[in-house]
């Protein structure tokens, strides 16, 4: 009797396993921002090495530090939402396994 009462029905979980898997992909278009974002710095700084033998340093100092905290900014920035993402992503698929040991009817079309 005290399952009928707990008892949700089917359409309303699979409506929460959708809701989390949209919450999910949204995470994973925040980590490949991050990532997109983390690998700039990165591509700037290759070029700024492979064309080192073309300027003098002291000569365009007032340019590169700028540009090198810029370039960290993006850094802490990229790592941050790499970061957050994972964290978000792990924290929802430890929500659609509860759901699937919870409702273990349904666990077979969740995957």
């Known amino acids: 009797m005290a399952e009928s ?14 809701l989390i898997l949209a919450e999910k992909r949204t995470s994973l278009a925040a980590l490949r921002t991050g990532i997109a974002v983390f690998a700039l710095p990165l591509s700037v700084l290759s070029v700024l090495v ?19 905290i810029l370039c960290v900014a993006l850094i802490i920035l990229g790592s941050y939402l790499v970061i957050r993402s994972i964290m ?24």
Do not use: W
Request: hydrophobic residues 40%; aromatic residues 8%.
């Open 88 to 111: 978000r992503i792990r924290h929802q698929d430890k929500i659609i396994l509860e759901i699937k040991r919870k409702h273990s009817s349904i666990a077979e079309f969740i995957d």
């Open 50 to 68: 492979a064309t080192s033998k073309y300027y003098e340093f002291l000569q365009v100092m007032p340019l590169i530090i700028p540009l090198l």
């Open 5 to 18: 009462v707990n008892k949700e029905p089917e359409s309303l979980i699979i409506g929460e396993v959708q």
